[in-house]
């Protein structure tokens, strides 16, 4: 149902995105999209590119007196860092990036415009259009967060209270509910800025107030766990995607992975339990959805692995580029946005796509079918 694309280079001129396929008659608010851009920028471990840049969203098209009209929403982000025609070329690829791999995919010598496109810069737009989604998704009780469960080797535990979360998550430097924890990890990034290295970890999305139903098991792309688990590992430096309990229930024997299923007149069909993540079979069960991202260490070191100069063939140290040393909680508000597209798509496709009243009357029918199942 909806369509993405995006454009623009790290220091070109603007990002730009067009979403095509988003209802007509959503309320959009221009703040919270900008409010959005800013949770992306502004954690602690974020790189001195954060201090330049002030992202805002211009709407160019697709809304009027902050409603959707049906037709394709573009969207532009200045960037206030200019600067890509002055830029030097580089020659030494950083291993762990798209450098070697796209020059020798696009047989370009200069690494300069492979870097520029390649960068993480580019999920600004993303979490623009992810806002939209949010928008859409919000008049049908759809809440999405994420938080940090672990950066290095500091980890945390998990929380059962999506409300205890977000309150928690209002005081943290790096989007984490556990203070004492936070500032083990703070101390861990900046030993590694010291050091001038990186670091990874892992955060999780958690959406509450979905509706049993979307997705589907009759074709392979259909499965929402696939087109999750996709659009999560589209996002850079992301390497793993847990959905609820899967890699401890791989450890596990069924009787004590599966959720058991239970029903009263009241609440219907439920369960106690939500080891799946919210999902079965690629559909959502009506749990909340559960959703684990490993991020590796951003490829760009202070200082630099080994490399080799693609021209000279000699053996270099590897590019130095202004980078981030570790980004994990801005990555997991970037998920917030890819996940907030992927289930807008899921309920359009299942509900609708015109308006956003034919969409609520199919949805609100759609709820006295499975009640009265």
Do not use: W
Request: net charge positive; aromatic share 6%.
């Amino acid at each position: 149902m909806l369509r993405l694309l995006t454009g623009g280079e790290s220091h070109g001129e603007a990002l730009v995105a067009i979403l095509d396929g988003m209802p007509s008659n959503v309320d959009i608010s221009p703040d919270f999209i900008n409010r959005e851009l800013r949770r992306r920028q502004h954690f602690f471990g974020r790189g001195k590119r954060q201090a330049i840049e002030e992202d805002s969203a211009k709407i160019l098209s697709g809304i009027i007196k902050g409603k959707t009209t049906g037709s394709p929403i573009s969207i532009i982000i200045k960037n206030k860092d200019f600067s890509i025609d002055r830029l030097p070329s580089v020659f030494s690829p950083r291993p762990g990036h798209a450098d070697l791999s796209g020059a020798l995919k696009y047989n370009l010598k200069d690494m300069r415009a492979i870097i520029e496109r390649s960068s993480a810069r580019e999920t600004a737009t993303r979490v623009a259009i992810g806002a939209i989604c949010k928008g859409l998704l919000s008049n049908f009780g759809v809440d999405i967060i994420s938080y940090v469960l672990a950066i290095g080797d500091v980890r945390v535990s998990g929380y059962s209270s999506f409300d205890k979360i977000k309150a928690l998550l209002k005081k943290s430097l790096i989007n984490c509910p556990d203070s004492r924890k936070e500032k083990e990890m703070i101390a861990l990034i900046e030993k590694a800025r010291a050091n001038g290295d990186t670091l990874g970890g892992c955060f999780e999305v958690v959406v509450r107030g979905l509706c049993v139903g979307l997705g589907s098991y009759v074709q392979p792309d259909r499965r929402l766990s696939a087109r999750l688990c996709g659009g999560l590992m589209s996002i850079p430096a992301i390497k793993a995607v847990e959905i609820g309990d899967g890699i401890q229930g791989s450890k596990e024997v069924g009787s004590k992975v599966h959720d058991e299923i239970y029903y009263n007149s009241q609440s219907g069909f439920f369960r106690k339990t939500n080891r799946s993540g919210g999902l079965e079979g690629g559909i959502t069960t009506g749990s909340v959805l559960a959703l684990r991202c490993f991020m590796k260490p951003i490829s760009t070191l202070m200082k630099p692995l080994k490399s080799v100069n693609i021209i000279s063939k000699k053996p270099v140290d590897a590019e130095i580029i202004r980078s981030d040393v570790c980004a994990v909680p801005s990555a997991g508000i970037v998920a917030e946005a890819v996940v907030a597209y992927i289930l807008a798509d899921a309920y359009l496709e299942k509900f609708g796509s015109d308006s956003l009243e034919e969409i609520s009357r199919n949805f609100k029918g759609y709820l006295s079918q499975v009640k009265n199942f």
